[in-house]
Nanobody, 121 residues
């Protein structure tokens, strides 16, 4: 399984970004997907998950109402639309599949390499 995240960049507070994660080598549509992030000097933390069908989503409180996770199973891609970005959102963002447990604990079988998001104030 290969996951390739993209779409990161340097933006100002209040701006928006959309991250993409393209998957290959697995039946993408059969599995939940998640986004996680890791800021400098901090542990990796949960951001959002989406069920295999896209019908169920779950967000960390810190991003709820600002971020939206979605997926296009025909394109084997999961997205993270990030609006109202804050400096605290600065981190490397990772997509993952093969999530363990509830999917929010940061344990997964497969991880992408990550994409850097930097939000300036």
């Amino acid at each position: 399984v290969q996951l390739q995240a993209s779409g990161g960049g340097l933006v100002q507070a209040g701006d928006s970004l959309r991250l993409s994660c393209a998957a290959s080598g697995r039946t993408f549509s059969s599995y939940a997907m998640g986004w996680f992030r890791q800021a400098p000097g901090k542990e990796r933390e949960f951001v959002a998950t989406i069920s295999w069908s896209g019908g169920s989503t779950y967000y960390a409180d810190s991003v709820k109402g600002r971020f939206t996770i979605s997926r296009d199973n025909a394109k084997n891609t999961v997205y993270l639309q990030m609006n109202g970005l804050k400096p605290d959102d600065t981190a490397v963002y990772y997509c993952a599949t093969g999530l363990k447990g509830s999917g929010t604990g940061g344990e997964a079988d497969y991880w992408g390499k990550g994409t850097q998001v930097t939000v300036s104030s």
